[in-house]
């Protein structure tokens, strides 16, 4: 039993000089400043989507409020077989707005991933070098393309991770969402910062059209679900190319969480379930970190609750891990949010329980995502 309490303690000593890395590494990605460059770069956007006509009303009126000339971007819709009328809306709206360059054409599945296919489908039509993808469930900010114009001029880059952070209303799953998303948001820049990129999110990512080909696309890592983001940035990493995080408060992307735990926990086994085929030898170090530090705590408590471990002891070690995810977090709320910080002590107590159960699970488990069984 000694035996199983030092592996504990030491798989949460472990988590914590890593997430220390990160906090340091997030301060040494600079704020990005104003754009000041004139437009120039051409960007295709790429939106893949399945059963959104809730969402996309929003998304479309975030695309109309773009501050970008017009001829310097176009937007690709892509079907991925939707139930309902998502379809319609676009059409509409591309009917009402004839000044933007609006495509929309249907998906075609060749692999077992069908975002990964959606948008290798938009690629070989992309009429620009840059190519964003962003999600149909997003919100995009008004200087969006002009932030990402001024960074691409400023640095040589070939692909650029972008900053994501949720809109939750007050539902305790929500907020639990939000200060997860902080987490992932700040893990991501800490990594960025300490030289060791590892993570990003497919809802504001962009890459140039030729490092697309180059990688070969999403070959390789087509059987995963998910990851339509960060295999590519692996592979790229792999490939000792520039990429840089676009710590941009002007760019930030708003996206919708998870309706409810049930459909919160599929979503995370979905993310879960692409670690595995991690190719970034620093991205697969930090999921079993994090999933042994989570573990640990867990095991630890169960112990406690036999009468095998001090409650004391307990308290102190969750305190420390407390304490420290609360800086990253915090730093993170800083740059994302700029509110008022919500201290997440019930989050951080509930998340080692509920990831330890979604990585056992995404192990060996199936899930269901837009109505579809992986």
């Excluded at 692999?111 to 993808?133: C, E, M, Y």
């Excluded at 998303?181 to 497919?202: D, E, V, W, Y």
């Excluded at 008022?340 to 951080?348: A, D, E, H, N, R």
Aim: one cysteine or more; a positive charge.
């Amino acid at each position: 039993m000694e035996a199983v309490i030092v592996l504990a303690c030491g798989y949460i000593l472990v988590y914590l000089v890593y997430i220390a890395r990160l906090i340091c590494g997030f301060s040494k990605v600079k704020l990005a400043s104003s754009a000041t460059v004139l437009p120039k770069t051409g960007f295709s956007v790429i939106i893949p989507f399945r059963d959104e006509a809730a969402n996309l009303p929003a998304l479309l009126q975030s695309i109309r409020n773009l501050d970008y000339p017009k001829n310097l971007f176009e937007i690709i819709f892509i079907d991925d077989f939707s139930r309902d009328h998502s379809e319609k809306l676009i059409y509409k709206w591309r009917m009402e707005n004839g000044a933007f360059d609006i495509t929309l054409i249907e998906s075609v599945r060749v692999s077992g991933s069908p975002k990964k296919d959606a948008i290798a489908r938009a690629v070989p039509i992309v009429a620009h070098d840059w190519i964003l993808t962003t999600d149909a469930d997003c919100v995009l900010p008004e200087n969006w393309l002009l932030q990402f114009n001024d960074h691409i001029l400023k640095n040589d880059v070939s692909m650029i991770a972008g900053p994501v952070i949720y809109d939750p209303a007050n539902r305790l799953s929500e907020r639990f969402q939000l200060h997860d998303m902080l987490s992932l948001q700040g893990a991501t820049i800490g990594g960025f910062g300490i030289g060791k990129p590892f993570m990003c999110n497919g809802a504001n990512f962009g890459y140039a059209k030729s490092l697309f080909a180059e990688l070969g696309g999403f070959i390789g890592n087509d059987d995963s679900a998910s990851g339509d983001d960060v295999f590519l940035l692996q592979k790229a990493v792999a490939k000792g190319k520039t990429i840089s995080y676009l710590k941009s408060k002007a760019a930030i992307v708003l996206t919708r969480p998870a309706d409810g735990w049930l459909q919160l926990f599929q979503q995370r086994v979905r993310w879960a379930s692409k670690a595995k085929a991690y190719e970034n030898d620093f991205g697969e170090m930090i999921s079993w970190i994090v999933f042994l530090g989570n573990f640990g705590f867990v095991m630890l408590f169960a112990l406690a609750c036999a009468a095998r471990f001090r409650w004391d002891y307990l308290a102190i070690l969750f305190a420390f891990k407390l304490i420290f995810d609360s800086i990253l977090i915090f730093q993170a709320n800083h740059f994302l949010r700029d509110r008022k910080f919500i201290f997440p002590l019930l989050s951080g107590f509930l998340y080692p329980f509920f990831a330890t159960t979604v990585a056992l699970y995404a192990a060996v488990g199936k899930y269901r995502w837009k109505g579809r069984a992986f």
